[in-house]
């Protein structure tokens, strides 16, 4: 079952929204990469945009991705502001969805889970998603600047082999809760036992370091130097 890509979007950015946060177009494009590597995962190789992707603008990339974002920008499944750069005199784009779309639970979950990590991840850490899609994504491994990014370098993830367990006779379950109890017991009656013989000292530097940490407008590194020195005997 192919997906609306325009929904798919939609999906992208409300659920990073939802999670506090508004995508810039970087961390959109790259998302939307990864719905293709995990669509093609699964697919041996087949992609779900059939997007031209190339290893051109921070890693992957296709022209196609912002023409089709910000179609689902006019289209209303999708919102954007655009905002004055603090670092560039150019503008950048932020992006979020309030309404969670109907297409949620129509998109396997084997690309909405994988992407559900992803963003709740990076949604507002493009250098940590950059890395990732560069270091860790086998259609970039083997990649140079300009190339088309070949999908079928993509490994599908191994069921895990089930292993059975075999069942314990009722008589050694029974038998382990009950030295298990008795543990449980002896170790509260030992703790209780030390905790009676030692009891802790509240001495000046114990006073002034409560006394710091109280205090409201507490700011910068606690440091100092301590001494403590303890005489006496433990019986047991």
């Known amino acids: 079952m192919k997906i609306d890509i325009l929904k798919l979007i939609q999906y992208i950015v409300w659920y990073a929204t939802d999670r506090g946060t508004k995508l810039t ?22 992609i779900l945009t059939g997007w031209p992707w190339r290893f051109v603008h921070y890693g992957p990339f296709c022209s196609e991705s912002l023409d089709t974002i910000e179609k689902a920008y006019h289209s209303g499944f999708i919102e954007k502001g655009t905002y004055k750069s603090n670092f560039v005199d150019e503008e950048y784009n932020l992006y979020w969805c309030s309404e969670e779309p ?12 994988p992407l559900n990590e992803a963003i709740s991840k990076w949604g507002d850490d493009t250098y940590g998603l950059l890395d990732y899609v560069y270091f860790e994504t086998e259609p970039m491994l083997t990649a140079k600047k ?17 292993i059975k367990m075999r069942k314990l006779n009722p008589e050694i379950v029974a038998k382990g809760k009950e030295i298990l109890e008795r543990l449980k017991t002896q170790y509260k009656q030992e703790l209780a036992s030390r905790s009676r013989g030692s009891q802790p000292i509240y001495d000046e530097v114990y006073y002034k370091a409560t006394q710091l940490l109280d205090e409201e ?8 130097e301590a001494s403590i020195s303890t005489t006496g005997t433990y019986e047991h």
Not at 25 to 46: M, S
Not at 146 to 162: A, H, Q, T, W
């Open 102 to 113: 109907d297409v949620s639970e129509r998109i396997p979950l084997f690309i909405r889970s």
């Open 146 to 162: 300009g190339d088309f990014l070949d999908f079928s370098k993509i490994r599908k993830f191994e069921k895990p082999i089930e």
């Open 25 to 46: 177009t970087v961390r959109l494009v790259k998302f939307l990469y990864l719905a293709d590597l995990n669509w093609a995962r699964e697919k041996n190789g087949e």
């Open 217 to 224: 407008d507490l700011v910068g590194e606690l440091s100092g």
